[in-house]
């Protein structure tokens, strides 16, 4: 391997730490909030702190960054709060247009929507069998959310 190889891969490798990094402040930063809502909905923290990592990048993401929206919920009919655009998968007349999101006021406001959507009683034909689950049973919860 040569000289322009070994630099790819050390720039793959601290890519990586950094990664790794972010998501640990990124845990650090929202595990309280996450552990409450466990507590008051039976959805598992490592599930929402996974699931929030994904959804916003660590934080990182424009919603979340723009908007306090950690989980890339969208919108919907009801929504009467404060928003954000954003491309997404949205299309009118074949052409990409950017989709409703909402904002909230701050992280813990996200978290909290997140239960509150998933537990809402019109998705229970998608997300109401997850609440039958044993709340330890991560791995349940994540193929089920799938």
């Not at 490798?13 to 466990?38: D, F, N, P």
């Not at 949205?90 to 996200?110: Q, T």
């Not at 998608?126 to 689950?133: A, D, H, K, S």
Request: proline share 3%.
């Amino acid at each position: 391997m040569g000289r322009i190889g070994s630099l790819l891969l050390f720039f793959a490798w601290v890519a990586g730490l950094q990664a790794q990094s972010a998501h640990k402040m990124y845990i650090e930063q929202y595990k309280e909030i996450a552990i409450q809502e466990m507590h008051r909905t039976g959805i598992p923290a490592s599930i929402k702190m996974a699931q929030a990592i994904l959804e916003s990048n660590a934080g990182r993401s424009y919603l979340a960054t723009q908007g306090n929206n950690h989980f890339g919920i969208k919108c919907g009919g009801q929504w009467t709060g404060g928003t954000v655009m954003r491309k997404d998968d949205d299309y009118k007349n074949g052409r990409l247009v950017p989709s409703c999101f909402r904002a909230y006021r701050d992280p813990e406001e996200s978290f909290m929507a997140h239960s509150e959507f998933l537990r809402d009683p019109k998705k229970n034909h998608r997300y109401g069998f997850l609440f039958r689950l044993d709340q330890t049973d991560y791995k349940a919860w994540a193929r089920g959310l799938k």
